[in-house]
């Protein structure tokens, strides 16, 4: 089959749709990505390796900088409605022009489009020309059930649940569907009455989480596809471990690792990445463990060095994870997996919904402690949950046997199968 995929966001939007382009590919199909990105990477050499074309690659934001101040923005918001209202009006609805054009393209020369779920442009491209169309949802948060209730609801039962459920979508309906029936009714298209229609596929809408952490339930339609995680776990083997690293990850017990990823922000907001740091310093120190902290330190005044903290601005997480106690880390789909994966018990430090999300269910399988909200946490909170992972023995136990489950899980092959069996052949 000739395939067009589309995917817009971050980093930890743009490579699970990397490693389904490599799958795709190796499986025989000939497929093109495309990608709007808040990452301005050149991705050349890695459709070269993978052998998919790449098409447009486009950025979100005039710069780092101005993608920083929208998350700040973000950050600053605590509620859920208001933070996806920023994000649609501030950084997708700006490339939604070039978006739909890409897309067109894309689906005058494939035969099946698959596209990242919030990517209304392309579903309406798809639906223009009548092709087929497949949507990735990276995470399970927004795919109502009577078994759970929406976001951090507690479940109270079917009818509580469904009503909660009825609920949450008049209310994200009001925020996106103004976004998405303006482009419809510009293409000539009829209205819709819910965002789901488009950011689930009744074709098929591939769930790209571990079964682990999103077991599918029962009343879900054919169309919800649990395939597993999106991952390509050759990105990084070409990287070392430095000497120095080395040296501090053998001289002594094992650290946790610390890091919050994209939510620490750029040196443009160095008192932001000031007041992160000195926050995981000190819960270090509080919790009385050696500790690798990630961050932006070039940025980063007024905190001493400390023999017990070792600081790096990245690392192989694969190569380095597995040699510490514990992860501190904001939740993000990516670093969630590799730290299980690794055997590691995780504390989660959330800012946005869908880290609330991945931090309870880490929590609901044993591996992870209290979830944490970036906008309320001390050191003091922090280090009461690194504590906590570190001496329950059960924890580490159950973060060892359910990281070697989810090292068997493929979920590229899944997905290509998933793709196969339903669409190859299909005329």
Known sequence: MKIGIQTWGSEGDVNPFIALAAGLSKAGHEVTLAITSSARKD????????????????????????????????????????????????????????????????????DLLIGHFINHPLQTAAEKTRKPYVTVSLNHGAIPTQYAAPGKLPNLGKYFNLLTWKVTEKMMNK?????????????????????????????????AVSPLLCPPAKDWGVNQKVCGFLRIDENDNKWGVSKELE?????GEPPIYMTLGSMTYSEKNSALVNETNRLLVDAAKLAGCRAIIQSKWETVTGIPEDVNIFRVSSSPYTKVFPRCSAVVHHGGAGTTQIAIMSGCPSVVIAHIVDQFLFGSELKRLGIGAEVLNRRTVTSKKIAEQIQIVLYRKAMAENAKRIGEKLKMEDGVTNAVRIIENQFLNRN
């Open 175 to 207: 925020v996106l569907l103004p976004f998405i029936n303006d482009l419809r009714r510009k293409k000539e298209l009829q209205s819709i009455k819910s965002f789901r229609s488009v950011w689930e596929s009744p074709l098929c809408n591939l769930i």
């Open 43 to 110: 991705y050349n050499d890695i459709a070269k390796k993978f052998g998919f074309k790449l098409g447009p690659v486009d950025f979100i934001g005039s710069s780092e900088e101005a993608i920083d101040t929208i998350g700040k923005k973000m950050f600053e918001t605590a509620d859920p409605l208001d933070q996806l209202k920023i994000i649609f009006d501030e950084m997708f609805q700006p490339c939604v022009g070039a978006m739909y054009k890409t897309a067109v393209e894309l689906c005058i020369s494939n």
């Open 247 to 251: 040296s501090f990850l053998t001289n």
